[in-house]
């Protein structure tokens, strides 16, 4: 048996081989796929539905195995591997949920093939059904509703109604029912119901509303009662009782409140509260009792007459200045029904002063604070406000000073201040005893300030007072008379130099003083040059005088000076500007005498060479001429004095001397020019010998000052009596007037 089994297995191997091998080598080819819905491709809710693919493929020899695949919206919804050329699927019975995009596709090894996309749709909903439980609940009691549609897939929301009203959304479960919990509090029946909405792929669609189920609420019986002892004429002191009731509610699951403004009491059952009745009681009280989020109130008014009203603290008098006296006393009204005895108690700062109805005192700072007074009666204390006394201090003497300086011929500022006493504050301004001004303070500081004009000497500054008063009775204040020191401006300056005069010798020291003869203390003086924008020289001095020194004086330093003279009155005044020269040296006009010396000596020598050049004999004849000139430059005669001395040796000729004399000054031209010439030096020494003027000063308030300047006419003596030596030295010379000879020709 064994071994036919073996011969049986392998014969089937075999032909199983063949069969591959045949189908392997079998060619294929797929013409067409088809879809088709059955009965049609729009049906209604609950139709039996058939879904048929069919494919159509050419083959060689052996029939190639399938694989179908059926896609709803892009998604494969069934798949299957057969050998058939058809598909089908039932849809039994088709919902909503079903329509969409339809495509069927085949797979042969590895070629696929899909039909046309086919859209079914299924029109209808199934109609819900609502289930709710219990039926009969009490209010703030919870129902159970179910909403369900069996036969529905897909993804499914469920909407709840009461009384027309939406409740709640609850999404689906996987079996298409969905249950909410539903509190119900309103009395009566209500009316409850429920649709659904189904979300397909491109569309949504809503359901028909479900079936109406009744609901009935009943009142839950935990209303209070709400009861106040006693009801009428209720005063302050008197015991008052309030009661919660709910005796017809049986069970402890309930809250009961007592409420005014504030929670007074609470308890699980009903109760009673007391307490001792007072006008602040008065007002409405709240009986509530709550189970769950049920809620019943019931309410009731309290009203509660004063005993005895609030005391008031009253000062009499009202405003009181230290060392006066004043009364406080404490008052209240009372029931005149109940007429209770009150007992009254002063206090100051939480401590107690005394008892009674008023204390008196004396106003002081010590007795300065906040005071109240308490009523008690019947075990009722009442407190007044606080009263606070300030005893109110009369002004102080008050104190005047000035604001800055006080500067003669100028506005300026005073200030009169108190540091005590009670605002407001009148200060009077007097001058001389007479009303000049008056500012009424009312703070914060105590303090006014007067503008004053000016004052025309210093003595009247102390004429000023200030006088102080505040409500404080038959209290006047006068502050001392006006100490303050006063500035008095500058007078214009004057600069004077020292040596005095307008010109200086070079190399002296000159010293320039700038003086005032008004003004305050401390003095600054500047010293300036005419054209010059800024002072070469700043000193301060408490003297009325400044002064400045220029050592060694050069010629540059001649020329225009002024000052300016300025004090803490900020003005600053100039001086008239003075010039002043600077003369040379004395050696230097020494040296300018030597020099016209000696350039008058070599005048005299050059024309003396000249002239007897000039005269040289012609033919043999020697002359010798001698000229002497004299002249007197102080009073401007020239005299002349000439001698000729020709001597004429014969020659071999005729040997006849001849003798000629004749003036040589004018013979020659020359000698005529000579003379001129000699003038114009001398007037040219004496200009060397004057000593160069000042500069001119361009100051139009100072006219032009005459000038101490040495003119050269005093060195010309020195400089001329060097020129005459020379001719005197020559005594043994003949003196001879020619003036009227003349010259015999050869």
Known sequence: MEHQALWLTLLLTGMSTLWQGGEAQSEFTIDWVKLTFFPGAMVDS????????????????????????LLLDGKIIYSKNTSDTMLELNLAPARASNSGFYKCEIRIRNKEMSSETQRLTISG?????????????????????????????????????????????????????????????????????????????????????????????????????????????????????????????????????????????????????????????????????????????????????????????????????????????????TNTQRKPNVNYSLYKEQHRLKSGHSLSLTASQANNGRYFCVAEAKEIRKTSTQLTVTAKVPVSTPVIRVVGRVILGRPFKLVCESKLGMLPITFTLLRDNKFEAEVNVTGPFRRALFNISSIPSRQDVHSFVCQARNQAPQIIRLSQPLDAPVIETVSKPVLTLDPKGYTVTEGMNLTLCCSVHQGTAPFTFAFYRDGATSPFFNTSSSRKQGSYTIESVRRDHGGGYYCQASNEANETKRSD??????????????????????????????????????????????????????????????????????????????????????????????????????????????????????????????????????TGEAEVPDCKQDTVDEPQSQSALAYVQLNHSEQKPV
Not at 51 to 56: D, R, Y
Not at 254 to 278: G, N, P, Y
Not at 664 to 690: A, F, I, P, R
């Open 577 to 710: 500007s003075v010039p002043f020269g600077v003369n040379l040296a004395g050696w230097k006009k020494a040296a300018i005498a030597a020099l016209c010396f000696l350039l008058l000596l070599v005048i005299v020598i050059i024309l003396i060479l000249f002239l007897k050049k000039a005269q040289a004999p012609r033919h043999t004849k020697r002359t010798k001429e001698l000229s002497v000139k004299s002249t007197r430059p102080k009073s401007g005669d020239p005299m002349r004095v000439s001698l000729t001395l020709d001597f004429e040796e014969n020659n071999a000729v005729n040997g006849t001397p001849s003798v000629m004399g004749q003036n040589v000054w004018s013979k020659n031209v020359s000698s005529s020019e000579s003379d001129n010439q000699s003038s114009e030096e001398e007037e040219q020494c004496e200009m060397l010998q004057y000593t160069e003027p000042p500069p001119t000063q361009e100051v139009d308030t100072i006219p032009a000052p005459e000038q101490d300047t040495v």
């Open 46 to 69: 609950g139709t039996n539905l058939t879904l048929h693919c069919e494919a159509k493929i050419s083959y060689s020899s052996v029939k190639p195995a399938l694989t179908f695949r």
């Open 125 to 333: 909903l199934q109609t819900p059904t609502l289930r709710v439980h219990p039926s009969t609940v009490y209010e703030g009691d919870e129902v159970t509703a179910t909403c369900s549609a069996p036969q529905e897939t897909g993804s499914i929301s469920f909407h709840f109604y009461k009384d027309s009203e939406y409740i709640t959304l609850v999404q689906s479960s996987s079996n298409s029912t969905a249950t909410a919990i539903v509190k119900v509090f309103k009395l009566g029946n209500i009316h409850m119901y429920c649709n659904y909405q189904l979300s397909m792929s491109h569309t949504t669609a809503l359901s028909s509303n479900s079936n109406t189920v009744e609901v009935s609420v009943k009142e839950l019986g935990i209303t209070p009662l709400i009861g106040i002892w006693p009801q009428l004429n209720i005063v302050e002191g008197d015991r008052v009782s309030i009661s919660c009731n709910v005796s017809h509610y049986t069970r402890n699951d309930v809250e009961i409140f007592l409420t005014k403004d504030k929670l007074l009491h609470k308890d699980h059952t009903s109760f009673r509260h007391s307490f001792q009745a007072k006008v602040e009681d008065s007002g409405d009280y709240v009986c509530k009792t709550e189970k769950g989020n049920v809620q019943k109130t019931t309410s009731a008014k309290l009203d509660v007459a004063i005993l005895f009203s609030t005391p008031v603290l009253n000062m009499a008098p009202v405003e009181v200045f230290e060392r006066q006296n004043f009364t406080l006393s404490c008052k209240s009204s």
